[in-house]
Structure formats: C-alpha cells, structure tokens
C-alpha cells in the first residue's frame, strides 16, 4: 500500500513555475525543475515545501527525478562541510515544533516519500559521486593511499580522477548516498550550543535513527518490510569498476553468501529476504562506518603521544546516538529463533537475515567500538558528561538486558543471575571487560568522588560487574587467555588476509573455532596487535588500583559526612544572620567548592549512599576482605589531630620545604584534604569580596586612610589614657590580634611577632551589602512605627553606643582575669 500524505489539496491555479513544472512533468527541462526547487525553498514556508516535494516525487519520472536528488539530501541533512544546516533535525522537537516536526517525521519516515523516491531512482540504477574528503580519516588515509578499506562498503565504489588521485568520489547507489549523508549530518553539522538545552532523546534525528533501526534491522519477523516501488526487488549490486591506479586489497574478493544461498534455492518462490537484506547490510556498515570507525589501531597507537593531536571529537549527542545503534543491535543479533541461535545449526537452510544478526556484532561493530571506546576513555574531560560513554560501554556489556527471554524481574535485594549461555560472548569481546574496566579505575581516581555525579558513575559500573556470575566468566576467560599455547600462528600483514571480524558478510563466515582459548586469544590479538601487552582484570596490579580506589571511596564518605555535619551545625537562619553581620564571618574560606554546596542535604546522602554500595560491590567483585576494608576506616581515624582540625595532605619534607607525593595530590584534587591558609596580611587590604560593593569599599578606605594619616597623634594619645575612654577608643581604634602570627610553613607552627600597627579608624564594614541592607531595613521598622530617618540614625547611634560601652566593659573585665 503506498504511503498517502494527509496535508495537502489540489488546486486548480497554477500560481507558481512549480505546479507549471507539475502540470507537464514530460515537457520541462530538469534545470527548471531544481531552479524552481531552490526558489521556493527560499520563499515558501516549510509545510508548503513539503507539499510541492511529494507531487514532484509523486508526478516525476526518474529520469527528471535523478538530477534533483543530490540538492534535495543535502537540503535535508546540511552540507558535508557544515555550512548548510538543512532541516536541522537533530534539534527540531515535537514539543517546540509540532506541525514542522510531524510533518518532518513524515516525509522522511523509512515508508514515507523521501525513501520512495530512493527507491525509484534505486530501480534505474542511478549512481551518484559522494566524496571521499569527507569520510572518516582512516577510511580516507586508506583509500588516498591507494589500500581498499576492508569493509566491503567501498568495494567497486572507488573512482579517480585523471588529475593524479586528486578530488577521488565514491560511486554510491540513491540508497547508499541517502544514507551516507544522514549518517554524516551528526558528524558534519556543528556541535549544538551550550546554552541551547536539547534533550537528545527528544530530537527528530534520534528517532529517525530508531526508525530506521527498527525498519531495516527488525527483531520480529523474517524480513525487512518489502518495497513498494520496486517490482524486480533490490537493483542487483553494481559491477567491479576498473580503478584508474591499481589497488592493494585486505582480502580477496569471495563469491557473495547471498548468491550462494539463492543458489541453492530449488522452489521459485524464493525467500525474499534474499533480495531485501542488502539494505539492512548497507545500514548498518554505514552507521559503524561514519560513527564509528574514526581511529585506526596505529591512530589509536599514536594518539598515545602527549604531543599528538586529535583529529576526531566526539560529542555527548555522538555517543548517545551511538549508544541507541548498540542496544538495537543486542536486540536485532539476540532475536534469533532459538533453534538457529547456536553455530551448530549453521547451514545453507539458514536464510541471509538469520545470518545476518549472528554475524552483525563480531563482525562489523566489535573492534571499531573498542577503539572508540579507547579513546573515550583516554581523552574525554574528567566531568559528569563522561556519563555518557559510561552507559554507551555498559549497554554494551550487557547483552542479556535486549535478549528476548529476559529473566523476569527479581527482588531488589538479589540482582539476577548472569546465565552460562553468554559465556561466549563475554569471551569473545574479553578487552570490553577487562581492559576498559582497568581504563575506568584509572579515571576514577582522578575525579571527585563527593561529587553524587561521580559517585553515581562508580556505583553504575561497580554494580554492572557485580552481577552474579558475571566476574566469574570474566575471570575464566582471562584463565583462557593466559593459558601457555603450544603454537600460534603469527598474523600475517594485512594486505595477505582475509578480514576476519570486519569482513562483510556477504564473505564466507569463517570456520568454526572450537577451542575456546585460541578464540579468546584470537580476539585479544585482532584489537591489540600480536605484542600487546596485556594487564589482567583480576591481576596484582588492578588490584592495587581496586585498593586505592576503596581507599578514596572511604575518605569521599568521610569528607561529605563532614560536609553534612557541617550544614547541619549551620541552619539556615544562621546563614542568613551572618549575611546581615550578626554571625562571625571566616575569612580564610571553609571546605572547597563542588555541587555539594549547590545541591544541599539530598546530595551528601545520596553521595554516601552510591559510595557505600560501590565499595560493597566491588568487595563482592575483587574478595577484598572486612579486615582490608575496615584499615582503610581506622585510618581516616587519625586524620584528627590534638586541636580537632583535619591533617595535612600526604607529603614528605624537602630541602625546600613540603613536596606532594602522589597521595597527596588525589586528596586535594577530591577534597579530601587541604592545607590551612590563614591570611596574615593588611585586613584592610584584603581582596574585595562578593558581598561587598567594590566603589564604595575603595571610597572608604580612601576616606579611613586619609582620617589616620590626619589624625594618628590623637589616636594614639586617646589609645594611651587609663580610663574608660582610652579602654572605649582602643577597643574602636586597636587591630585585634596583631600579637602574634605564624610561620606560613605548615612545618613547625612557630609563633613571630607581629608588625606593629598604631591605633586606626575603619570604615569598610559600611562597604558591604548586608550593613546596607541592615540599615535599610531597620529604617524600614522604624518607618511603621512613625519615626523618621533623623531620629532613627539617633536611635541607631545611642544603641551601638551603648552597645559598645557594655563590650568594652567586658572586654577590660575580662584582661583583669587574665594571668
């Protein structure tokens, strides 16, 4: 049934050269036909766009149709280059653009008129030049220096120009081309602005991506949805094309799976998955291809260097889409018919799809998602954002969770058990396991573990590892991989190999290997190379890295039940008395700054809840014993000195003083400890702080100094007198606590005398908000109760004399008692 549109009319005028073009599609030159196009893309609203679009595909032969379609994609999806932004789907969103995004959502649907119109150039056999500039730099390197890619999505597809391979293009079919550029627009197009909040999920790309998804690669049902405009199937690939300079291949060209299967087909209703599955082949190669195959083994081996410079980034938005293609796959491989599922029903009965979802991980997805990974984990920022490429990893690692026969769901107190029947897989993708996790502990040590972001990320991965069975697996594969081998074959250069896991699978599937050590080695060395250096999971040395990790775990807790204590010492009401004046104000700063302070209560709990059963887990994961645990409590125990205050960072005396050892550095990045910094200058050179207002602060001590300047001698004179004004003045005019100072080292706290400072006058008390608010707001009473501003400044004068006589009182009371 073809796919009707609902929003539009006939009209009975022709009122534009369009529905002229329209009215005789057979009479027009296909220039006027994109000229008129390109004119009212400009003046037409996007709705009316949309309608004229589906009468040309509607109305059109192919023949007209052919010379539009490289404008129309690149009019949808943005230009390679990013200067054209297209229909900006990855931010056009229901909630924001109903009309423009359902009709958007309509006509680009996987049955909707933009794929019927592929479809109907797919039939002629048009091709069209994508160029190779723009694909991913291993894809491209390879390709200039004249080495065929080892995805069979560039076989025949090369074509040079006579100018010495220069301006080389890709020969792709509509369906190809259609793809390549939808795939690229979330690479190409620029990264979306910080302050413009998108929720990925939401955005019409994201849920295109699932259509298609779901479209091309179904979980239920044998085959792809057939076409509607197609009535001889799938165009038949294109022929070897004869490259202008020669080419060194991966691996020879094998006869095709597909033509094989048909072969053997004796009835004359043949399985149409036969003529479908080149789509969903094409779908696939070309998402891994453009999302993912952006860093080559020697890439990845030179980006190692602290000097190199990346030549990719990947976005938040990136690795969320990502994230989407890898759960739809563990979908799409897990849906097999339970009979077909094992490598012992392998057989030529086997229909192309059924081959296809064993073969669509190991085979296409695995090693360019382990390099992707790689690097994520090696140079992405050390913030909250990294939760991304967190839950892309873990979705990865779980399998189980988009099977079809799910476990029904336990009680929360017993997570599920991970079943043998994925033993295999876990063998086979080994590294994803062990050598990320390693990647992962080296990360969180270097983060803030009070921060509940971070703490959140440990608790994820502490409590994915920490299902039943799971650490078993991993740790029986390792025994695999480790175990002495009598022979193993070197691999061979590249040039002289078949592709094993990146082959297509239209290529023979490979024989089946039944020892299950060389399978796991085989695996390790196809992502590391032959001399890797492996570092197991559950060796000494992720070990220690484990250790120090619970170790920062106990102090993060420690430190956030500190800061909890600390909040609760000071209510709210508090707070706001020391912000009017009425509280004592500390200088010198408290705890350092995280989403603590912003967060409240609810965050230092949920921070202690995620780090307490992330050290539970890995305890169950790693064995670690009560007894290790508990040294790592008592330790923090003696984190308290003879006066109460938190001790120094961890650090060991030089000739030149205090130097930081590593421990050290950890516990002030993570805030677990500090050195005490107390100001000993000028208080009234201090820098101007937030709650002062910085002219007024600057005008007032102009004005103190110059009343100083002018009047020390009586100040001093006045300071000097034994009576009760002499004790008034000097407690006005006399700094408190210039007796003594300390040694700025944090080694031996030596009292020096202090610089002598006469008696002075200031004013930068009146500089800040809150004694301006103070004033204002006791004028403020006063007004309700009918007094005016002169007689509330007297009032106001006679109380803080008062005051003032009262403090001075005590103030000399209390010298008498002293010894």
Sequence with gaps: MLWVPKWFAKKAILDSPLEAAMAFPHLQQPSFLLASLKADSINKPFPQRCQDLVKVIEDFP???LHTIFPWLVENIFGSLDGVLLGWNLRCLQGRVSPVEYSIAMEFLDPGGPMMKLVYKLQAEDYKFDFPVSYLPGPVKASIQECVLPDSPLYHNKVQF??????????????????????????????????????????????????????????????????????????????????????????????????KRHISHQTSVNAD???????????????????????????????????????????????????????????AFANSLKPEQASPSAHSHATSPLEEFKRAAVPRFVQQKLYLFLQHCFGHWPLDASFRAVLEMWLSYLQPWRYAPDKQPPGSDSQPRCVSEKWAPFVQENLL???????????????????????????????????????????????QLFLEPELVIPHRQHRLFTAPTFTGSFLS?????????????????????????????????????LVLRLAQLITQAKHTAKSISDQCVESPAGYSFLSWLGFGPTDTNGSYP?????????????????????????????FRLS?????????????????????????????EDGLILTPLGRYQIINGLRRFEIEYQGDPELQPIRSYEIASLVRALFRLSSAINHRFAGQMVALCSRDDFLGSFCRYHLTEPGVASRHLLSPVGQTQVAGHARGPRLSLRFLGSYRTLLSLLLAFFVASLFCIGPLP???LLALGYILYASAMTLLTERGKLHQP
């Excluded at 007894?627 to 005396?653: H, S």
């Design 62 to 64: 192919a023949k007209e």
């Design 161 to 258: 120009t006579p100018a010495g391979g220069l301006g080389l293009n890709l020969a792709l079919n509509p369906f190809e081309y259609y793809i390549f550029f939808f795939a690229l627009s979330l690479i190409t197009q620029k990264p979306l602005p910080v302050s413009l909040h998108v929720r990925t999920s939401d955005c019409a790309y994201f849920i295109l991506v699932d259509r298609y998804l779901s479209w091309f690669l179904p979980t239920e049902g044998s085959v792809p949805p057939p076409l509607s405009s197609s009535p001889g199937g799938a165009s038949p690939s294109p022929p070897p094309r004869t490259p202008a300079m020669p080419f060194a291949s991966y691996g020879l060209h094998h006869t095709s799976l597909l």
């Design 272 to 330: 149409p998955a036969s003529h479908e599955i080149w789509r969903s082949e094409t779908l696939l190669q070309v998402f891994v291809e453009m999302w993912l195959h952006h860093y080559s083994l020697e890439m990845y081996q030179k980006m190692q260097s602290p000097h190199a410079k990346e030549s990719f980034t990947p976005t938040e938005e990136h690795v969320l889409v990502v994230r989407l293609l890898l759960k739809h796959l563990h």
């Design 432 to 478: 994803m396991y062990t050598k990320l996790f390693v990647g992962f502990l080296n990360r969180a040590l270097r983060t803030d573990l009070v921060s509940p972001k971070h703490a959140l990320m440990v608790f994820r991965v502490a409590k994915v590892f920490a299902q039943p069975n799971l650490a078993e697996m991993i740790q029986k594969g390792e």
């Design 508 to 544: 023979p599937w490979p024989p089946a290997v039944t020892d299950a050590s060389f399978k796991v080695k085989s695996h390790v060395y196809s992502l590391e190379g032959q001399d890797c250096k492996y570092t197991p999971m559950f060796g000494p040395e992720a070990r220690t």
């Design 593 to 621: 700054a995280n989403d603590l302070d912003e967060m409240g209560q609810d965050s230092v709990r949920k921070t202690d809840e995620y780090l307490e059963k992330a050290l539970e887990y890995l305890r169950q994961i």
């Design 626 to 654: 009560d007894a290790q645990l508990r040294q790592f409590t008592l330790a923090l125990g003696t984190t308290q000195d003879e006066n109460g205050k938190k001790q120094l960072p961890d650090c060991i005396v030089g």
């Design 792 to 794: 509330c400044a007297l």
